[in-house]
């Protein structure tokens, strides 16, 4: 039976299903919990296949007790970043230190979005617009006083590294 459904059912070949030895049981000598079984699994099937490609998507977990019910957990993981907030700090920056401040967060969000990528948890987009705010911060560095901020540069810049 095993063999069966690994061969002909992706989430429990994927090492995804966890099904009560009861029920398992059951199975072998009652057709109609056979049946249950096998509809389970393939609806599950059509679960994965339709979730699987969206961005997110960390994987799924498929238990059946002993009456043969299907209870169905998928895990989703993303990250994104916080674009009005490095807009707003890109042009809070009155100075070159500030935005060299500035610069060294969005260098530390594209690597985690890079990393997000990596691991299906955002798309190329959320990438993208990284590096965006990271080119026009560095274009913006170049207009700006290589100084010391004034105190009330400081503060608002502090305000805008917080909210």
């Not at 070949?13 to 099904?19: L, P």
């Not at 609806?43 to 339709?50: H, L, V």
């Not at 970043?81 to 401040?101: F, P, S, V, W």
């Not at 170049?142 to 100084?147: A, I, S, T, W």
Request: aromatic share 4%; glycine share 6%.
């Amino acid at each position: 039976m095993t063999s069966y459904l690994r061969d002909n059912f992706k989430v429990y070949s994927g090492g995804m299903t966890r099904i009560s030895g009861r029920f398992l049981q059951k199975c072998l000598t009652d057709t109609d919990s056979c049946d249950k079984l096998f509809d389970t699994l393939r609806a599950a099937d059509e679960s994965y296949a339709s979730r699987k490609d969206e961005v997110g998507f960390q994987g799924m977990q498929v238990i059946i007790d002993e009456d043969g019910e299907m209870t169905l957990e998928s895990s989703k993981r993303t990250v994104s970043i916080n674009e009005d907030k490095r807009r707003r700090q890109i042009a809070a920056a009155a100075t070159q230190g500030d935005m060299q401040a500035v610069l060294a967060i969005l260098q530390q969000d594209l690597q985690e979005l890079e990393d997000g990528y990596k691991q299906n948890a955002c798309d190329a987009a959320e990438v993208e617009k990284a590096k965006k705010l990271i080119e026009q911060a560095k274009q913006q560095m170049g207009r700006l006083p290589d100084r010391p901020p004034t105190l009330s540069e400081q503060s608002t810049m502090t305000v805008n590294m917080l909210i």
